[in-house]
Structures are given as C-alpha cells and as structure tokens.
C-alpha cells in the first residue's frame, strides 16, 4: 500500500491554523511533483492568498502576490481528470492555456462543477478547511492571509 503524501500549510502566524491536503498523484502526478518539489524549496512560504472569492474558491502560490507571476520552472502540461471540483479540492490554477500552470493553486470553497475537466485536481483538503474559510475576502483583500510555511510529508 502506497504511502499517503500529505502538503501542509501554515496559516497561523504562531497560532495553530494547519491546513493539512491530501495529495493526489493518482490524479495529477506531474502536478503533485512540482507542489512537493517547490514546498521543500520552501518557495510558498510566505506567500499570501491573492484571490479570495466568497462561496468560490481562495487562490495563491505567486510569490509577488499579484496573481501574474509564478516559480522560475517551466510551466506544467495539464493533467485534467474527471475528479470533481467541490468543496476542498485543489486544483492548479493557469492562464487561457491549459498547459500554463506552474505554482499558483487554488481551493474550493464550494461546488465549482463548472471547472470539471478543464483544471489539473491534485488534492483534497482532510482539515483544516475552517483556516481557509476564515481567510480575508478580496481581489485581493486588503490584508491577505498567508502561507507562513509549506511542508510536505
């Protein structure tokens, strides 16, 4: 039985806000690399959450917190699955081109259907998903929320 790859963020700020997902490389293998490979460089700590969307979903993973840029590796092929977007999923955010995700990511508040077959899923949040709930609303919120440090284990 294969181990269970887990992808933590730290939200707290010295409080305990662990947001622990469930990665998912039987879905997006290449996707699940890349997060676990960019969390061990320690490139999304410190990252904020640059697009928080009510009853949608809360975005991150672009180090200048402008929602334009991402890591300095080249971008990803898309690894679309029938996996549905609902509440808790991540998925892997990207531009018109379905081959252009690179770091940022995004988690569902809610049913997002609309998404289905068209986003690379890589994981489901197991807790936590009150951390993210919680987190300042906006495009982008006057006062973010962040990752204070991503680990994988």
Not at 54 to 82: I, W
């Amino acid at each position: 039985m294969a181990e269970t790859l887990t992808f933590t963020l730290d939200t707290g700020d010295g409080e305990a806000r662990d947001v622990v997902i469930k990665l998912r490389p039987d879905l997006a293998p290449g996707h699940v690399e890349r997060i676990t490979e960019l969390a061990k460089e320690g490139f999304y700590d410190g990252v904020v959450f640059h697009r928080v969307i009510p009853g949608f979903m809360a975005q991150g993973g672009d180090p200048t917190g402008t929602g334009t840029s991402g890591s300095k590796k080249p971008n990803l092929k898309q690894e679309f699955s029938a996996e549905p977007h609902v509440r808790g999923v991540c998925s892997m955010a990207r531009t018109s081109d379905p081959n252009s995700a690179n770091s940022q990511f995004f988690i569902c508040f809610d049913d997002a259907r609309f998404l289905d077959k068209q986003y690379t899923v890589w994981g489901q949040v197991e807790s936590g998903m009150e951390h993210i709930d919680a987190l300042p609303k906006g495009e982008p919120p006057r006062a973010p929320g962040k990752i204070v440090k991503a680990t994988v284990a």
